[in-house]
């Protein structure tokens, strides 16, 4: 296994670990963005596998890596597939071009990368 293999599993408990000194420095801020996410994420006339998909668009747009990996390891929880993935990435890079290309290659990456981890989780 090359070490790019588990690039966006690091990359997701890196800043997870980052994101749990935050929550104990400003618990407050952190309740609050915790408390928008879930409400804006949970299901209702969307559901919560259309909105992450949503998510992961517009990260690929901003060009946020660590955002990616955590967008694509809960559509992998969501039950998302490939094919999924590869259309909405073509939607992105449609509306944003180049640069979302390139960005949409690390979200495929990412998707994959947790994918084959939820698969050898099973087994």
Not at 90 to 99: A, D, F, L, R, S
Request: proline residues 2%; charged residues 25%.
């Amino acid at each position: 296994m090359s070490e790019d293999t588990h690039k966006y599993r690091e990359l997701t408990r890196t800043v997870g670990a980052g994101l749990a000194n935050l929550r104990k420095s400003t618990p407050e801020v952190m309740k609050g963005f915790a408390d928008l996410s879930r409400a804006a994420t949970a299901s209702g006339v969307l559901d919560a596998k259309t909105k992450e998909l949503i998510a992961l668009a517009l990260r690929v747009a901003a060009r946020c890596d660590p955002c990616i990996g955590f967008h694509a390891k809960a559509l992998v929880k969501l039950g998302a597939t490939r094919q999924e993935v590869d259309e909405v990435m073509g939607v992105t890079t449609y509306m944003g071009g180049g640069p979302s290309l390139m960005y949409a290659t690390n979200a495929i990456t990412a998707f994959d990368e947790f994918a084959r981890a939820a698969a050898a989780a099973k087994t």
